[in-house]
């Protein structure tokens, strides 16, 4: 099916784990996001992706490993996962950045 | 980098009745605000956008409003049912140097309540 997927929907893992989170969209557009929600903060931009091999970071890029070799791919890594990182992460796609199309979310517990 | 604020965080109506939520932005570079609802488990999905050259726009019960000189733009529903209850993001777009990375409000939680 088209559109932008998610996975895994749920996460738990230990401190100092390596997590990747996984997101695939089938437009081919060439903007994708990585998202965080946390109760008061809304969404907070972790990094983001103009093209393939073009990353850059957001907001909240700390602990956060991200890459683009595929245009329709953009997984996100926690090298060292903190409880601090126990949110909900939202992927997105656009094609100018603009009208962004969001996926599921992954909702990641870490314990 | 640009600053966008949303009130209420929480809004409580009765069926029927109209809500309004307000963004405020800082960047008089953004020309682009989208509006995102987001249903309890999934994620955010556009309801409606306005570009900085139109003053209001609507569909069906929806409406957003923009004025560019006090910065603000609002999101207006009528007639609200309990369907449109969701978390609600507003967002501003610079279009500066080939950058749209939008900036999200804070979000409101609208109930409305049969």
């Known amino acids: 099916d088209a559109g932008i997927t998610q996975s895994p929907r749920y996460k738990i893992t230990e401190t100092g784990r390596q997590v990747t989170l996984m997101c695939h969209q089938t437009?081919?557009?060439?903007?994708m996001f990585w998202y965080r929600q946390d109760l008061g903060h809304g969404l907070r931009l972790i990094y983001y992706?103009?093209?393939?091999?073009?990353?850059d970071k957001g907001e909240v890029p700390d602990g956060y490993v991200v890459s683009r070799s595929k245009t329709e791919n953009f997984p996100l890594t926690l090298e060292s996962a903190t409880r601090s990182q126990t949110s909900v992460y939202f992927c997105?796609?656009?094609?100018?950045?603009?009208?962004?199309?969001f996926g599921s979310g992954t909702q990641l517990s870490v314990l | 980098g640009e600053n966008v604020e949303q009130h209420p965080s929480t809004l409580s109506v009765q069926e029927g009745d109209s809500a309004v939520i307000k963004c405020t932005y800082s960047?008089?570079?953004?020309?682009?605000f989208p509006w995102y609802k987001q249903e309890l488990g999934k994620g955010p999905q556009l309801i409606i956008d306005?570009?900085?050259?139109?003053g209001e726009k609507k569909d069906q019960r929806i409406a957003v409003t923009l004025n560019k000189t006090a910065k603000h733009f609002s999101l207006h529903i009528t007639e609200t049912q309990p369907e449109d209850s969701a978390v609600y993001f507003c967002?501003?777009?610079?279009?500066?140097?080939?950058?749209?990375?939008?900036?999200f409000g804070r979000g409101t939680s609208l109930i409305v309540h049969p």
């Open positions: 967002a501003a777009s610079p279009a500066s140097g080939g950058s749209y990375i939008p900036t």
């Open positions: 306005i570009r900085s050259n139109v």
């Open positions: 960047d008089s570079a953004s020309n682009y």
């Open positions: 997105a796609s656009s094609e100018r950045a603009e009208k962004l199309f």
């Open positions: 992706s103009a093209a393939a091999d073009i990353t």
């Open positions: 437009w081919s557009h060439s903007y």
